[in-house]
């Protein structure tokens, strides 16, 4: 499978914008898509992720209440609504899918090339 994310860019604090991420093969019930972001210097660390079948979502600390993940199945596309933008939020923002959920990148299968972010104060 082929992950394709878009949608970074460049926007100031506060604002908000919309990541995607197209699958290139059918997503099924028991996958999990999950957002993932690394910033210069730092490790790769979850953001958020969602289970297919179910819909049900996760978020790490940093980001509960201000992003927001969802999916649209008939169009295999996970999105990632982020809102209140912050400049801790600069990084590079990368689309996995695993086979169960998890916080950790190693149990992710699949990952997208990354869409960078940078949130300017």
């Known amino acids: 499978v082929q992950l394709q994310a878009s949608g970074g860019g460049l926007v100031q604090a506060g604002d908000s914008l919309r990541l995607s991420c197209a699958a290139s093969?059918?997503?099924?019930?028991?996958?999990?898509m999950g957002w993932f972001r690394q910033a210069p210097g730092k490790e790769r660390e979850f953001v958020s992720a969602?289970?297919?079948?179910?819909?049900?979502?996760y978020y790490a600390g940093s980001v509960k209440g201000r992003f927001t993940i969802s999916r649209d199945k008939a169009e295999n596309t996970v999105y990632l609504q982020m809102n209140s933008l912050k400049p801790e939020d600069t990084a590079v923002y990368y689309c996995?899918?695993?086979?169960?959920?998890?916080?950790?990148?190693?149990?992710?299968?699949?990952w997208g090339q990354g869409t960078e972010l940078t949130v300017s104060s």
């Open positions: 996995a899918r695993a086979n169960s959920y998890d916080t950790s990148p190693n149990n992710y299968q699949h």
């Open positions: 093969t059918r997503t099924f019930s028991s996958h999990v």
């Open positions: 969602i289970r297919w079948g179910t819909g049900a979502t």
